[in-house]
């Protein structure tokens, strides 16, 4: 996007986008064509947070700029108008701009922050970490639960020689192995999850955060119960 060379937003790119050097890259496309015409790093004038890929472009270049001239850009007739401050506005206010712009600008294209779309790809974005979360978890418990009744006649064998809490808590491990491959498996998933764009690509979307790792913190506090529970000797029956 092009804006007056006086803007702060002038230069600026979304830190996603700033590669080393300062620099961003940029691709122009032929709209009636749809093939790549030009590629290049440009340099930048540092990150703004308002440019997120979604409501704001990623990268933002002065009309009068040494960059925008050696790639030969110009204001086009289409504008865009930012209204930053747009969340915070009263709720009625908020749908008589709309409606104004409507009923004024007809063939104008409005995105918000929070549209239905949006909010989607969030909570996508989120269920599937925490699903992964879910059923991770409760499959790495039923096999626990298994497996210490599986080792029943062992650890009773092993209590009679006087082994010690930690030598008990070794007969962990196998199940220990299972649960990390099930744990990247996990976290694989919350991360697939998180980046939806990859299985059904979005251009209008920008990053999801860290919700991928969800997943990571429940299995470190549920293999820790694990192996305070395998450490613990069998009770006999009265």
């Known amino acids: 996007m092009l804006v007056d060379s006086n803007s702060s937003l002038a230069g600026k790119t979304n830190d996603v986008h700033i590669a080393e050097g300062g620099n961003a890259g940029i691709i122009l496309i032929d709209p009636t064509t749809q093939k790549i015409t030009q590629a290049a790093q440009v340099p930048t ?7 997120n890929d979604y409501t704001m472009p990623g990268v933002v270049l002065g009309i009068d700029s040494p960059q925008a001239k050696t790639l030969g850009l110009a204001p086009s007739n289409r504008h865009t108008l930012v209204i930053t401050d747009f ?5 009625g206010v908020r749908d008589s701009i709309r409606s104004d712009i409507i009923n004024r600008c007809g063939y104008a294209f409005i995105t918000e922050h929070d549209t239905t779309s949006y909010r989607s790809y969030m909570a996508r974005a989120i269920a599937m970490p925490a699903l992964a979360t879910i059923i991770s978890g409760l ?3 039923a ?3 298994s497996t210490r009744q599986s080792q029943s006649a062992l650890r009773w064998t092993l209590q009679e020689f006087g082994v010690s809490r930690f030598q008990l808590m070794r007969l962990f491990r196998p199940l220990g192995i299972t649960m990390s491959l099930g744990s990247t498996i996990a976290v694989f998933l919350g ?3 998180s980046h939806p764009w990859i299985i059904a690509p979005a251009n209008e979307f920008g990053t999801t955060g860290w919700w991928w790792l969800i997943p990571l913190p429940v299995i470190f506090i549920e293999t820790a119960l694990f192996c305070w529970w395998f450490s613990l000797p069998e009770r006999r029956n009265q």
């Open 45 to 51: 004038e540092g990150t703004d947070s308002l440019l």
């Open 87 to 91: 969340p915070s506005i009263a709720s």
């Open 139 to 141: 499959t790495f418990a």
């Open 143 to 145: 096999l626990a639960i």
């Open 191 to 193: 991360w697939l999850g």
